[in-house]
């Protein structure tokens, strides 16, 4: 199937830095990401969705100046945790879904990202 | 508004069958996946059902009502490395995936 690589695995970062985290699809054209978060013991959140060359959409309640996504190729989406706080100690998951609108949607994830915010 | 059903939590015997149910009410419908998420990794792919009735795969089995808004995966011979979430994810009209908060299953020996 296809391959979805995602870096870095966990990343520990002192509270005001940024951490930026990457998200490729290695064997696939993927035209549209999605940037998931999850808190210990809850189930998957959608952050953002990003289509190749355009801007993100943001779920209501996150924030797009905190939370930067780019999606510049169709290989390679970056998110961004700007001013990094403790309260954004999670572990952050991509995924990506190759071909246009109209296929079946299936996903394939990334290994997904431990942020931990000292 | 949009709604996936299933249960929170569920336990069963190591050998034994487990069903984890999941209902939905979408705007539309393209499909329902099934996903399973051991603690602290990505979810892995399971089933994808868009036509109504039993999909078998190995141990696995995922089954849909589309008139009934109504799935289920079915998990035979249970092992203990099938302790994990299940997540039922529907697709809309709009081919966006619509989430399930998952069902944390606990294998018991």
């Known amino acids: 199937g296809a391959v979805v690589s995602q870096h870095p695995s966990w990343v520990i970062c002192k509270s005001g830095t940024s951490v930026k985290i990457e998200c490729r699809s290695l064997?696939?054209?993927?035209?549209?990401m999605f940037w998931y978060r999850q808190f210990p013991k809850q189930s998957l959140m959608l952050m953002a969705t990003?289509?190749?060359?355009?801007?993100?959409?943001?779920e209501q309640g996150v924030e797009k100046d905190k939370f930067l996504i780019n999606h510049a190729s169709l290989t390679l989406s970056t998110l961004t945790v700007t001013s990094a706080h403790p309260e954004d100690s999670s572990f952050y998951i991509c995924?990506?879904?190759?071909?246009?609108?109209?296929?079946?949607?299936?996903?394939?994830f990334g290994e997904g990202s431990r942020l931990t915010v000292l | 508004g949009q709604n996936i059903d299933q249960p929170t939590e569920m336990t069963a015997t190591e050998g034994a069958i487990v069903q984890i149910n999941c209902t939905y009410q979408t705007s539309g419908f393209n499909g329902l996946f099934w996903y399973q998420q051991h603690a602290g990794e990505a979810p892995t792919f399971l089933s994808y059902n868009v036509l109504d009735g039993l999909e078998e795969k190995g141990r696995f089995s995922s089954f849909l009502s589309r008139s009934k808004g109504y799935s289920y995966l079915l998990l035979k011979e249970l092992q203990m490395k099938d302790s994990a979430s299940y997540l039922c994810a529907v697709v809309d009209s709009n081919y966006q995936l619509i989430w399930g908060a998952g069902t944390k299953l606990i294998i018991k020996p």
């Open positions: 995924s990506a879904r190759a071909g246009d609108m109209g296929d079946t949607g299936e996903l394939f």
């Open positions: 990003s289509n190749e060359g355009s801007k993100a959409t943001y």
């Open positions: 064997d696939f054209q993927a035209t549209t």
